[in-house]
């Protein structure tokens, strides 16, 4: 009978828990539902990629309104950027949708991209080893077989690279989460007293499964020197998923290091190690952005040193965090739509044979120096306030603790964005001011929607620099006490 | 030594054997059936751990399952030449060195240094550890059993879509 009572209690728990997962559960039907839509009119409605894609917006801005219940019930820093991942899935289908015509294998393309979110969501709201895990390889696994969507040679390749990478990695830190089960005998985060366990096991073990965990954490941003997969797959990859990849893995998996933060940085190896990593990631990755001549390849490293921004913002504070995630989330979005309007319009990707074409089509080339901007930190534009706050997120943590780390991360920070501008402003140069010899190129039509959803995009990133109360308003919303 | 110890390291050096030789057979399909001798003294340690239901699961997923599956798809595509199947090896002695650097900091980290006597709990394992197993996966870990079943489902819509043949179109 008391088992009985037990077992009713759990199952009650169990249930409790389970209406904080509506998004997930319902971007879960949006998945079924768009597997058995294909089943039934593949290559049979003429129209049925546009139609797998809306049904497919339609269920994301449910489970996005959905979301806005959950964060108004829990207002944490999971629940917020959840909503945030949400949207960036939207702003991918919306972005896809403009290109139907175009996209192989819709119905997968959707549900593969639907997992990806999931495992996303998963890893931003959870503190469970199990969960986490599963989140990630989620991920991960929606990301391998995303990267092989352009179905030639080299997307292969990169998939295959990419697959081989993130095996090892996740290797490392299933072996990491096993050894940090096993010492600490739980598997939610929350219950970890991981300074008296080091009374209890000794020093090394733990950090050891520390450090391999936070591999496979750090592998997953791209952080360098977990980074080497990263250009090729950004290269081979259709244009939009690369957008998504830039940003929906990276911002799930900082909200995690917030997340896991006052639990794993109790040791201070561990903290040295991130901010090394945020160094390391700035200096190659801006570095080696400087000799890339494929624009998608020196985007990759542009996200790469974008990681180790977005890292020194992680020590700075949340608020910097949040703003400057949602920034590079709307920045990224932007720029690799106009790096795909380009390639459609022209079938070029490399920066040299943008040469002219400022004159050619002036709206792109505008919208092109905007982002571009914003990418490099200046105003007038969201990218700057975004830096802003970093920076002085950052200097007032060395004033209150007198910490050189603090301080060279600053310099680093701003030497970095000084190099940046060479690099990003190589685009705008090619447009407008390297005189051509007139180049003819083949045009093709390209879709004014989604130029005009670009230029909105930008629009924001305009509006975000001279207004950006409303903004700071919705991120001081978040309950960050949690 | 009492005899459970030894059958212990018995299987323990199976293990460690059968891995090694996958590592310097070259034949592939040597290399699968040293994997299916590995995957079968790896379960016989479950048990001997009074794991005995992951064990028995390691033999039905690993054993009957996935290998089962390595050793048809070499079947099938060793007809199309007749030859066995041999892989080459690359960067050997960098590969040899990093993993002799892994192998001893695990070692000396893990076993040397590692205080596993504190970690002795006190918990006892129920009588019957299915029931327990199912009815914690039903309840308590609800849902990450059910992440798993949408993970396998996108993993096995992304290997139709990968492997699925395409007619050549070249633009």
Redesign the interface.
């Known amino acids: 009978m008391e088992y009985a009572s037990q077992?009713n209690n759990?199952?009650q728990?169990?249930i409790a828990?389970?209406s904080g997962?509506w998004p997930e559960f319902i971007i879960?039907i949006g998945?079924v539902v768009t597997?058995i839509i294909d089943l039934i009119f593949f290559n049979k409605e003429k129209n049925s990629n546009w139609w797998i894609g809306f049904v497919n917006l339609v269920f994301l801005i449910l489970a996005f309104t959905k979301q806005v219940d959950v964060y108004s019930y829990f207002s944490n820093l999971g629940e917020f950027m959840k909503l945030v991942l949400l949207f960036a899935g939207v702003l991918f289908i919306v972005f896809s949708l403009t290109q139907t015509h175009q996209t192989k294998?819709a119905g997968?393309y959707y549900?593969?991209f639907n997992?990806l979110l999931?495992g996303a969501l998963?890893i931003a709201k959870s503190t469970?080893l199990?969960?986490i895990y599963?989140?990630i390889?989620?991920m991960s696994?929606?990301a391998?077989?995303l990267s092989?969507?352009s179905?030639n040679k080299n997307s292969a390749e990169a998939?295959l690279k990419y697959l081989l990478f993130g095996a090892v990695s996740s290797a490392f830190m299933l072996f990491g989460m096993s050894?940090l089960y096993?010492?600490t005998?739980t598997l939610n985060i929350n219950d970890f007293e991981l300074l008296h366990t080091v009374k209890?096991?000794?020093?090394?073990?733990i950090k050891?499964a520390v450090f391999m965990t936070m591999f496979g954490f750090l592998f997953k941003i791209a952080a360098t020197p977990m980074h080497i997969w990263s250009p090729d797959v950004y290269e081979a990859t259709p244009t939009f998923v690369v957008a998504a990849f830039s940003v929906i893995p990276k911002l799930a998996v900082f909200v995690l290091l917030f997340n896991i933060a006052d639990k794993f940085l109790v040791f201070p190896e561990v903290e040295l190690l991130l901010q090394f990593t945020a160094i390391l990631s700035l200096t190659i990755g801006n570095f080696a952005a400087l000799w890339q001549k494929n624009a998608k390849r020196m985007l990759a490293y542009s996200s790469i040193a974008h990681t180790g921004f977005l890292l020194i913002a992680f020590f700075a504070n949340m608020q910097s965090f949040v703003f400057y995630g949602l920034v590079y989330l709307i920045m990224n979005f932007a720029v690799f739509g106009l790096v795909k309007v380009v390639e459609q319009k022209f079938s070029i990707t490399d920066i040299e044979q943008y040469i002219g074409l400022g004159k050619k089509i002036p709206l792109i080339g505008v919208l092109f120096v905007v982002a571009l901007i914003s990418l490099t930190g200046l105003p007038p534009t969201a990218g700057f306030t975004a830096k802003i706050l970093v920076f002085s997120g950052i200097w007032e943590k060395y004033l209150t603790n007198h910490n050189p780390v603090y301080l060279s991360l600053f310099v680093f920070g701003l030497f970095n964005t000084v190099v940046s501008l060479f690099y990003y402003l190589k685009i705008p140069y090619f447009m407008f001011i390297k005189k051509s010899n007139e180049v003819i190129l083949n045009e093709h039509k390209s879709s004014t929607v989604l130029t005009y959803l670009i230029g909105s995009l930008v629009f924001v990133l305009i509006l975000c620099f001279f207004l950006p109360n409303s903004l700071m308003d919705m991120i001081y919303s978040i309950n960050f006490a949690q | 030594m009492n005899w459970m110890t030894t059958i212990f390291y018995f299987f323990g050096a199976i293990t460690v054997l059968s891995a090694l030789g996958i590592l310097f057979t070259r034949n592939v399909l040597h290399a699968t059936f040293l994997l299916m001798l590995s995957f079968f003294s790896v379960a016989g340690i479950y048990v001997l751990g009074n794991a005995s239901f992951i064990g028995v699961t390691q033999l039905l997923i690993y054993v009957g399952g996935i290998l089962i599956l390595m050793v048809f798809g070499l079947m099938l595509t060793t007809k199309l030449n007749g030859k066995a199947l041999v892989t080459e090896n690359h960067n050997r002695l960098i590969g040899v060195l990093l993993g002799t650097v892994f192998f001893s900091?695990?070692s000396y980290?893990?076993i040397f240094?590692?205080?596993?006597e504190?970690?002795k709990?006190n918990k006892t394992l129920p009588e019957n550890a299915v029931e327990f197993i199912g009815?914690n996966l039903m309840?308590?870990?609800?849902?990450?059993f059910e992440?798993?079943a949408?993970?396998l489902?996108?993993?096995l819509?992304?290997?139709?879509?990968?492997s699925e043949k395409?007619k050549e179109k070249q633009e």
């Open positions: 077992l759990q199952l728990n169990t828990l389970l997962y879960v998945l597997l294998k997968e549900i593969i997992g999931i998963l469970n199990l969960v599963l989140g390889e989620m696994i929606s391998y077989v092989a969507f179905f998939s050894l096993g010492f005998q209890v096991i000794g020093d090394l073990p050891l | 900091i695990l980290i893990i240094s590692a205080n596993f504190m970690l709990s009815i309840s308590n870990y609800l849902i990450p992440i798993a949408i993970l489902l996108v993993a819509i992304g290997a139709a879509v990968i395409r």
